[in-house]
């Protein structure tokens, strides 16, 4: 397979409602779109880098930035490029996973709808459809977290996720667990909001039977999680932490995670992400598929990768109706909770380009 060229695209689609989290309040995305045009079919990859470094230090224009003057370029001088290469070419450029996932999503695809292969298949799905959780943020009053914790229980969502922060933990986890019984799966993230010295209002949060707590440290506190976890009884789930297989190796022998948050965008890819389920598979260590947001291009993928046996738990691959009033594919529909895993080569789905058009702030075409 040949690459001819590359286009970067940016997309600017408004939340349905303002989504609030420890590190700030999202109004809308601003995405970035990798489209890779071969001698034998075009595919496509999402950024799921955020406008500002606040979730990691990634941020979208330096995803651009680093995409452009290093990253495909470096593509471009390989020779008899396969997806499973990207990784290695890409390796001697530090960080910027989220861009290289991007890059190496969009080349899988096209590798795979030349071949006429669905990702699924080619991850190891071993199931057609998934279970889907949903992330509730923070909100101004408990009342109206109960009212949009009854809405996603109503629209069918499995699980229930609630932001967290200081101040906004233990009174909303008691009011949801109160007003809608023992019977809910219901977790909490904390995005990095706290600290070791914090463990006493954490292990608060124990008697509410919560399937996990996420990231409640620093991202680089992997030591401070191992601590964490013999001071409270809810297991922790690392998010932030994990940012390939050997930090999922690495956080697991030290006793940091009895759970782990898989995001390809993270991690640098969807290859690496199948890794990391291995890793932690061998482990017993369970996993669920994270959520940034993503347009029905990334989401495509990501239910593909929430399908491999190791996803044990629902994860945050909700509906496009959760983000977005319109996607820029066809609508990814809850049907009873569970989201039907794509059967098309590669993605399986591709952007409306009428959608994609309407919502396009900028593109840009590289030649290689
Ligand atoms: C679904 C969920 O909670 N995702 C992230 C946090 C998050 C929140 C808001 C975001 C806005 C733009 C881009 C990425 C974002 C990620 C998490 O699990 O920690
Ligand atoms: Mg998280």
Redesign the pocket.
């Known amino acids: 397979m040949k690459l001819t060229g590359i286009e970067l695209r940016r997309v600017g689609m408004p939340l349905v409602a303002p ?1 609030r ?1 420890s590190f700030g309040v ?1 109004h809308e ?1 601003d995405v970035l779109l990798v489209r890779v045009v071969t001698d034998q079919a075009e595919g496509w990859g999402e950024c ?1 880098a ?1 406008g500002d470094p606040l ?1 990691s230090p990634e941020y979208v224009d330096a995803a651009a930035d680093v995409l452009r003057r290093f990253l495909i370029p470096a593509l471009g001088d390989a020779d008899r490029l396969t997806a499973d290469r990207v990784g290695h070419v890409l390796h001697g450029f530090k960080g910027h996973r989220m861009a290289k996932c991007a890059l190496e999503a969009a080349v899988l695809d096209a590798e795979l709808r030349a071949e006429g292969r669905p990702l699924a298949r080619e991850l190891g799905a071993v199931r057609d459809s998934v279970p889907c959780g949903v ?1 509730v943020g923070i909100m101004d009053s408990v009342p109206e977290l109960l009212d949009a914790v009854s809405g996603y229980i109503d629209a069918g969502y499995v699980r229930i ?1 609630l ?1 967290i922060e200081p101040g906004w933990d233990v009174e909303p986890v008691r009011a949801v667990r109160e007003r809608f019984g023992d019977e809910l799966l219901l977790q909490v ?1 904390a ?1 990095t909001a706290y600290t070791l010295a914090d463990a006493g209002q954490l292990a608060r949060l124990d008697p509410f039977d919560l399937l996990l707590i ?2 409640p440290l620093d991202e680089e506190d992997v030591l401070g999680h191992a601590q964490l976890a013999k001071l409270v009884t809810t297991p922790i789930c690392l ?2 932490s994990i940012t390939s297989a050997a930090t999922a190796a690495a956080a697991i022998s030290l006793g940091a995670c009895r759970i782990v ?1 898989i995001k390809p965008g993270r991690v640098g890819g969807y290859l690496e992400a199948r890794r990391i389920h291995d890793v932690c598979m061998a482990h017993g260590i369970a996993v669920w598929c ?4 993503e347009t029905g291009i990334g989401r495509a993928a990501n239910v593909a990768l929430a399908a491999l046996p190791g996803f044990t738990l629902p994860g ?1 691959t909700s509906a496009s109706d959760r983000y977005f009033s319109t996607d820029i594919t066809e609508p990814f529909v809850l049907d009873a909770g569970y989201l039907t895993v794509p059967t098309g080569p590669g993605l399986g789905v591709a952007p409306l380009s009428d959608q994609l058009d309407a919502v396009t702030t900028s593109t840009e075409w590289i030649s290689l």
């Open positions: 989504f989290t999202q995305r799921v955020m979730y992330s996720k932001k993230d995005n996420e990231q998010d932030e948050n994270g959520g940034m947001l945050d």
